[in-house]
Nanobody
Framework: QVQLLESGGGLVQAGGSLRLSCAAS????????MGWFRQAPGKEREFVAA????????YYADSVKGRFTISRDNAKNTVYLQMNSLKPEDTAVYYC?????????????????WGQGTQVTVSS
């Protein structure tokens, strides 16, 4: 089992920045794919970013490319999502997720463990 705990959400003005954290505990997670998803009210959960732990590759949704950066701190078992140049359309609950195998797509069904989510609200 893997437990994921997000933090760092909040209210920010458009153009501002936030850094989300995802602390992992339980089984060693070095072999997992780690991802961030988000879900806005009335919308489906969507892929934001992910990385291949062993390969070092990173992946981003087109809507956040160039503004968001996914990274990790091995010593702290923590994954981060640095969000810059935030827009009102980035408002959502952000979830951290872990996949036991390389995802075949960006669907949330490819991920096995989820955190409880953290709210990000961007005001215009």
């Amino acid at each position: 089992q893997v437990q994921l705990l997000e933090s760092g959400g909040g209210l920010v003005q458009a153009g501002g920045s936030l850094r989300l954290s995802c602390a992992a505990s339980g089984r060693t997670y070095n072999s997992y794919y780690m991802g961030w998803f988000r879900q806005a009210p009335g919308k489906e959960r969507e892929f934001v970013a992910a990385f291949s732990w062993s390969g070092g590759s990173t992946y981003y949704a087109d809507s956040v490319k160039g503004r968001f950066t996914i990274s990790r701190d091995n010593a702290k078992n923590t994954v981060y999502l640095q969000m810059n140049s935030l827009k009102p359309e980035d408002t959502a609950v952000y979830y951290c997720a872990a996949a036991l195998r390389p995802p075949r797509s960006r669907s949330n069904s490819e991920y096995d463990y989820w955190g409880q989510g953290t709210q990000v609200t961007v005001s215009s």
